[in-house]
């Protein structure tokens, strides 16, 4: 098991859910983040004082899946978060230990 | 010179002003939170612009010397009031001043009333120029068909002649459902047409952001539209009086006409519903509220607020995006409260004239449908037109990229809410 993570633009959210949807997903979580990489800061203007703001709002989506669906699932986010400019955003992959379904005991992939 | 009808209409006049404000909190709630600092900032620019513009020729242009068929008056007459602001210039039994800051409000809400169909995709530039040209070439001649009267001298010889509307027809349209609704509702239509849907609309949830705010924009227009409507008698007497109770039981009627469909058709009463119904109700008795009893007043509101409940989810069949349905509520309430004035009449209203359900006849039906359908085709035909030319030449719409980042940050620099841990503290100050 493998728990996909992506870093999004907020406006991409749709499509991405969209898509993750059509793939096959089982569930998801969504978060309302802020950070930076790559992509600079904006400036907002509050009466004659310019500010920076270096911290954007982004998305963060998890997922859970098999090993298998792995890269399909990878790709599927990557394919529906992209504009093609600085500030797509990143999916990584890192190992899960084990999984438990809360309401029925299940571990390992059927809990997935 | 009356000083309680004075003292009437000052409240008037300052209530009829707080309507823009809660029209752009109206408004503000109900689009995304990237797009609420715009959405209120066009209705409060309008306030702006419109006071100068209005100044300036706006009030000459609408209630001067007619230059010719009741069309528009003289905008040279009174520009700048400075000739209006002597102290024993009267209009009826209040200061001339009084009377045009009144009038001012219903120029600056008739326009702001159109931007709730361009959210989030309207160059500010652009807004601020049809304003000023919509204001002029629309409402200001429009105004001038419906709310000059003849100026009349003792022996009652014609000694000032007005609108069209008003004076050659005589069609019934007490505080503005022809001059105010149709016609903001029938240019927002146009402008909807000509700025193209928002990206994503149709496919992604375009949900109200702040209900609480929609519902406080609601009832500030509905405490303002007291001063629209019973400030439209221009005296504190009975027909103010019937006026009032007459708004009153309308937008009673048509809120829960509107929870009443919901009800049926979605299964929950809903608070964006309710008001809904609210300025459904508000806007089909503004022409009619001196025209029909109580009981009048309230089959107009409920009739009103159920076709609009039913007209809001054309807009995603016929595939225009009307982003606030000003189309589904002012025209068509506007409509149905002009044209059923012809059928509601009754002789014990104010205004004195039986429509057909009272034995009147069809001759005020006839007039209603005249006066309802020249302002329809006048305004949709002059703002396709202004919109179009603003358009092709400096751009109506901001970019793709702009829209889906949030009009108010690229547009405004601002963004609306600071909240949550992060909210205040994610940069510092600019060099």
Known sequence: ?????????????????????????????????????????????????????????????????????????VETIAKAASTGSVGDGKVWVTPVESVVRVRTGETGASAI | MDTGDTAWMLISTALVLLMTPGLAMFYGGMVRAKGVLNMMMMSFVSMGLVAVVWTLYGYSMTFGEDLGGGLVGDPTESFGLTNIIAADSLFGTIPTAVFAVFQMMFAIITVALISGAIADRAKFGSWILFVIVWVTLVYFPVAHWVFDFDGKDEAGNVVDPGGWIANDLAAIDFAGGTA???????????????????????????????????????????????????????????????VFLNTV?????????????????????????????????????????????????????????????????LKFKIGYDDSLDVVGLHLVAGLIGSIFIGFFATSSAPAAV?????????????????????????????????????????????TEDAEVTGIDLVVHAESSYEIGSQGATRGGYAS
Not at chain 2, 189 to 210: D, I, Q, S, Y
Not at chain 2, 379 to 397: C, E, H
């Open chain 2, 354 to 398: 039986d429509g057909l359900f009272y034995g009147g006849g069809t001759a005020l039906l006839v007039k209603q449908v005249i006066a309802s359908g020249a302002v329809l085709v006048y305004s949709f035909i002059a703002t396709y037109l202004i919109a179009q030319v603003i358009d092709k030449t400096i751009g109506f719409r901001i």
């Open chain 1, 1 to 73: 098991m493998k728990l996909i993570t992506a870093i999004i633009k907020p406006a991409k959210l749709e499509e991405v859910k969209h898509a993750l949807t059509e793939h096959g997903v089982a569930g998801m979580t969504v978060s309302d983040v802020s950070g930076f990489g790559r992509q600079r800061g904006h400036t907002e203007v509050y009466r004659g004082t310019s500010y920076t703001v270096d911290l954007l709002a982004k998305i963060r989506i998890e997922v859970l899946v098999d090993d298998k669906d792995v890269a399909s699932t």
């Open chain 2, 180 to 242: 105010v609704h149709i016609n903001a509702g029938i240019a927002a239509l146009a402008l909807a047409l000509v700025l193209g849907k928002r990206v994503g609309f149709g496919r992604e949830p375009f949900k109200p952001h702040n209900l609480t705010l929609v519902m406080l924009g609601a009832a500030l227009l509905w405490f303002g539209w007291f001063g629209f409507n019973a400030g439209s008698a221009v005296a504190a007497n009975a027909t103010a009086g019937v």
């Open chain 2, 249 to 313: 039981v309308a937008t009673g009627a048509a809120m829960l006409s509107w929870l009443l469909v919901e009800r049926v058709r979605n299964g929950h009463a809903t608070s964006l519903g309710a008001a809904s119904g609210i300025i459904a109700g508000l806007v089909a008795i503004t022409p009619a509220c001196s025209a029909v009893d109580p009981l009048g007043a309230m089959a107009i509101g409920a009739i009103a607020s159920a076709a609009c409940a039913i007209a809001v989810s």
